[in-house]
């Protein structure tokens, strides 16, 4: 699991909002020293949404492609 966005989120009990990420292939890479350069892996990727990682209360995935 990494970290890859987040927002800090106060709400009133009973209160909801929306919130919005935008992961792109950028979000995904990573700084290779081999390649002394950004790469993306292709291939799916879990997103996993919560308040922290044992309290995981939305999940998705989202696909990487060359």
């Known amino acids: 699991k990494e ?10 009990p009973g209160a909801s909002t929306t919130v ?5 292939k950028g979000t995904m ?4 020293t081999e390649k002394k350069d950004w790469v993306a892996e292709p291939g799916k990727f879990d997103v ?18 060359r």
Not at 4 to 11: G, Q, S, W
Not at 29 to 32: H, I
């Open 20 to 24: 919005r990420f935008a992961l792109d």
């Open 29 to 32: 890479a990573y700084y290779s």
């Open 48 to 65: 996993l949404v919560g308040s922290s990682s044992r309290d995981i209360r939305l999940k998705g995935s989202l696909d990487v492609s």
């Open 3 to 12: 970290l890859k966005e987040f927002r800090r989120v106060e709400l009133a």
